[in-house]
């Protein structure tokens, strides 16, 4: 405490290697139908040490990929099905007033299961895209606010911790017109729908809740001259 305000000091370091491997592969089944594999590997090491003597250096391994199917309707309108498992690499809490079991958070993963038709017509005046999807999140991260202090409402640290399992679900679309040489109008849109399955006793009054940062509804639209 230094002339009545309180304070404290934290001084760390931190370190991250990283080494991932890609692969893709596509082949034809039929005349305007191919069938597309890729994978990817990822390998990340943290190491974190600070003043306060927490040092830590978490390892995540992770793997993910994308499998296609395509099929040309025509020479300039394509649809497809694909299933993804995506991932976001875990990380730490840093902070003088973070708890210990709270400093580590995993990766997450992510299946996303989508189809949908993209392409022009009209002579390639018109763009248009249009895909529907589900997601299935693993482990998902998310951002809290934890008080300090019982008795003071006011001191408050904010982790990111992994909340369980959760789905998204939902629609967008995009079409952009060239009305003239000169002059090009766009519109965009988008619906979703969001929920926290599952959850840890911690932070059980998240369960059933929407995710954060995940508006039900968006669009815009605009023009180019």
């Known amino acids: 405490d230094m002339d009545g305000v309180a304070f404290?000091?934290?001084?760390s370091?931190?370190?991250?290697?990283?080494?991932?491997?890609?692969?893709?592969?596509?082949?034809?089944?039929?005349?305007?139908?191919?069938?597309s594999l890729s994978l990817r590997g990822e390998k990340r090491r943290m190491e974190y040490d600070d003043t306060k003597g927490a040092s830590?250096?978490?390892?995540?391994?992770?793997?993910?990929?994308?499998?296609s199917l395509n099929h040309d309707l025509s020479?300039?309108?394509?649809?497809?099905?694909?299933?993804?498992?995506?991932?976001?690499?875990?990380?730490?809490?840093?902070?003088?007033?973070?708890?210990?079991?709270?400093?580590v958070f995993r990766p997450e993963y992510v299946w996303n299961f989508e189809t949908g038709v993209k392409g022009t017509v009209l002579g390639g005046r018109v763009e248009t895209e249009l895909a529907a999807f589900y997601m299935l999140r693993d482990e998902q991260q998310i951002k809290l606010a934890v008080q300090d202090d019982p008795s003071d409402p006011l001191s408050?640290?904010?982790?990111?911790?992994n909340a369980g399992q959760g789905y998204n679900t939902g629609l967008e679309g995009s079409v952009r017109w060239k009305t003239?040489?000169?002059?090009?109008?766009?519109?965009?849109?988008?619906?979703?729908a969001t929920e926290?399955?599952?959850?840890?006793?911690?932070?059980?009054?998240l369960y059933g809740r929407e995710q954060s940062h995940a508006a039900p509804w968006q669009y815009a639209v605009g023009g180019r001259y």
């Open 8 to 11: 404290d000091f934290l001084g």
């Open 13 to 35: 370091e931190y370190r991250a290697y990283t080494g991932a491997v890609f692969g893709l592969v596509e082949a034809p089944i039929v005349r305007g139908t191919s069938l």
């Open 56 to 67: 830590f250096s978490p390892t995540n391994d992770m793997a993910g990929g994308t499998v």
């Open 75 to 103: 020479e300039t309108v394509r649809t497809y099905l694909l299933a993804t498992r995506g991932f976001k690499g875990g990380g730490f809490n840093a902070g003088p007033s973070v708890p210990e079991d709270r400093r």
């Open 156 to 161: 408050f640290t904010f982790l990111t911790e």
């Open 180 to 192: 003239t040489d000169a002059l090009s109008v766009w519109a965009t849109g988008a619906l979703l």
């Open 196 to 205: 926290i399955t599952s959850i840890d006793a911690q932070n059980s009054s």
